[in-house]
């Protein structure tokens, strides 16, 4: 038999049975235990020691599993660690029991109260401490230039809006004092109402806004006044998103902490987008109702309330361009609803009363909106004069006034704008016709400027047809020559340093003058050689002489011998260019132009000073400096600087305030006497068109070589104002521009000073003063010597002579060179005041003689022709009709 089929050794004793029981008591392998092992007498047998019957394997088994009288059978390999799902305790204790080791199936899954509270507190922990870390490292921001980027305001002199400009935002900041406590608690009431004791933020409002932007709508109704101020002025991000809206909240927390209320506040309500442009409450205050921030009562800050809710739908003008639904009767209606809801509001707060809110049941009136370009008309040339004056103060420079903020108070009176603009503008539209007269009427411009004698402000100017199409202020600057308004500064300067001695040395002659008196002779003489001080013959570089010719190549007075010497009363009256030239020379033209700029000229306008010409004006200065300089003569020599802003404030208070100074230009001597021989002008003269029924005036007319510029100038004592009236084209970008000729303008043979420049001055100076009392000149006191007297009387007695006291005979001028005509004619053929054609008939051509050897001409030939030398406008005698205004030319 093979030994794998043998059968094992059988053991002593007890047979087959015993045998089995062996095998199956040690199915792990272990041996059988020896009969009796187990203390019993018979063993394995029963009670009788018989054996027990077992009958197969499985039987065996199950005894042993049993336990019937053997050991437990030693884990099978793979199954240990597990014993119906439960896990077998770890080696060491675990510090996130998970899964749970002492728990079966799902429970295991299941985490402990212990876990979940450590891990909440642990989250919490370190959202706290990521917040902490945050707001450590979180700053306050400063205000964002954009959100404090404001507009100036302009204000006439009486105190009113003029408007809101130059700035980079329709915005005006104020102090929370300028802002009534119905303003500050309306916005309380109706968009935080607790805003005095939160601290920046609202929790439920931050979770509201963030719940609608996971829905995917907006985050309105989560921002408290802190957070709105913070978003609009330090963020400057209106975005929806939340990367801005965490920022925001650290910002506002920090912000809610660091920074007072009333700060707050104030730079919400200065912050803010009202609508209509307007940011902040001023610039809101002044679009909706034209009324200042600190004027508003509490409907209009509840109405205003409203309007921070989206001006779209709550402006009453309605926005139908922006949003078809936005129509004005809608937008009233909700405008209502939200206006007494905040009213409401108020008054269950404490922050108003029953009685004073039941004023309030209907919308205010509110302004219509204005058009964004405010600067039409004349508003752009008194913004652009303001504008300078404030940046000439020094105080304010160009880049601030850029920013905005500043409230700027001008001397600009509404009444006296509009009625300069009216005068010329009535003239314009009834003789000015380019459409009829192409070649002669177009590229008419004028300009004008009225300064108060008493302060030198300027009250009105006229700057020309609309700012916002011709850009050059027409009051301030030309380049248009002044013709014979300028020779009161030859007389002044004359009565001021006197003439000089031609039989002293040079510098005696400077040392020791003659002071002259109206009274004084001169050659009014057509063709006039003009001669040095010293009787000399004046030639220019080229060795050419002067010769200077009256308006029509004319002698003063008409029909006069050709000797005849004309006093400076009558030539002033009469506009003689022959005998201020001379004058001129006489006194020396450095003292006339010392006289011009005394008066209030600026040198850098004069012109041709080196010229004979320079005593007849071809000098080009403002229509403004010429009514200053004239307002000095009112003023008895006292000389103020033409000025247009009295004062610039900010939020903080007065930034510049202006001070009047004042300079004697002259002694009132000699001013007075000026004005004197200034109103012969006006009473008898070339200048009869600008009187005034009941006041007294003093004024000179002025036209220039080739017809090319007319002026008039006058003053009373209360008012003095310049007007100038020129062809210059407007187009810009037109190379070598020219003044051009006005031979023919308006229907006009020629244009004088006596013709449209003073028919503009009357009609406005009339309305201008009207309901201002009517007030007289100084009397002037006798001054100087009367220079080359002749015992011949004058053709026509000078209106004012008698008027004044005689003065010794002085000795004869230097310029005397010929002796006087016995007994001239009478002038019989001077213009009346309504002769038409005395024009045509007596020769009306004026001329300053700026193109014979002065600036912008060419050198005079010794017998130049009227054209060329030129003289005054209005010269020649006087004997120019002015035509269809009735005045002698000028």
Partial sequence: MSEHRRKPPQPQGGGRAAARRGQSGSSSGRRAAPRGATGSPSGSYGPEGEERPHGSRAEARRAAQRGGGSRRRAAEPGRAGRRAGRAVPPGKKRMIDYPRYDKDGWRRWVPSWRLVSGLCIAFFGGVVAAAGLAYAMVSIPVEDDSATAQNNVYYWADGSRMVATGGERNRQSVNLAQIPKEMQYAIISQENKTFYTDSGIDPKGIARAVFNMAKGGDTQGGSTITQQYVKNAMLNDQSQTISRKVKEIFVSIKVGSKVSKDDILQGYLNSAYYGRGAYGIQAASQAYFNVDAVDLDAGQAAFLSAMLKGATYYDPAGAQSIDPAATPEANRKRAASQMQDTLDKMVEYGHLGQEERAKFTELPKVENPRSN?????????????????????????????????????????????????????????????????????????????????????????????????????????????????????????????????????????????????????????????????????????????????????????????????????????????????????????????????????????????????????????????????????????KQREPFSVTKVTDKDGTVYSHKVETKQAFTAKVADNVTNVLKTVVDKGTGTNAQLPGREVAGKTGTTDGNKSAWFVGYTPQLSTAISMFRYPDDETMKDRKFLEMFGTGGEKKIHGASFPSTIWHDYMAEALKGTKAEKFPKPEPIGEVLNDAPSPSPTPSPSETEEETTPSPSSSPSESEPTPSTPPSPSNTCGVFEWNCDEENGGNDSTGNENGGPGGNSPSPSSSPSETGGEDDGGGGQDGGGLFAGRNG
């Fill in 373 to 637: 370009s405010q600067l039409g008309g004349q508003t752009g040339y008194l913004v652009d004069l303001a504008k300078a004056s404030v940046i000439k103060s020094g105080k304010v420079t160009q880049k601030q006034l850029e920013r905005g903020g500043y409230s700027i108070h001008t001397t600009f009176e509404k009444k006296k704008v509009d009625k300069l603009k009216a005068a010329v503008e009535n003239v314009y539209k009834e003789k000015i016709d380019p459409e009829k007269r192409p070649e002669t009427d177009t590229h008419v411009q004028f300009g004008g400027a009225s300064v108060n004698p008493e302060t030198g402000a300027i009250e009105a100017i006229y700057g020309g047809q609309d700012a916002t199409k011709h850009f050059t202020n027409n009051a301030d600057v030309t380049g248009a020559q002044v013709g014979s308004t300028f020779k009161p500064f030859v007389l002044a300067a004359a009565m001021k340093w006197g003439v000089r001695d031609p039989d002293l040395g040079e510098q005696q002659a400077q040392d020791e003058r003659t002071v002259v008196s109206p009274k004084s002779r001169y050659s009014g003489k057509n063709d006039l050689k003009i001669k040095e001080y010293d009787g000399t013959i004046w030639e220019n570089e080229k060795g050419e002489q002067w010769r200077q010719e009256n308006d029509g190549q004319a002698d003063a007075p008409a029909g006069a011998p050709p000797d005849y010497m004309i006093d400076l009363r009558e030539a002033m009256r009469e506009s003689v260019n022959s005998a201020f030239v001379q004058l001129g020379m006489d006194v020396g033209l450095d003292k006339v132009a010392e006289a011009a700029t005394d008066a209030g000229l600026l040198e850098d306008s004069l012109a041709g000073s080196g010229y004979p010409s320079f005593s007849i004006g071809v000098s080009d200065p403002s229509a403004i400096r010429m009514a200053g300089s004239y307002a000095t003569f009112a003023e008895s020599g």
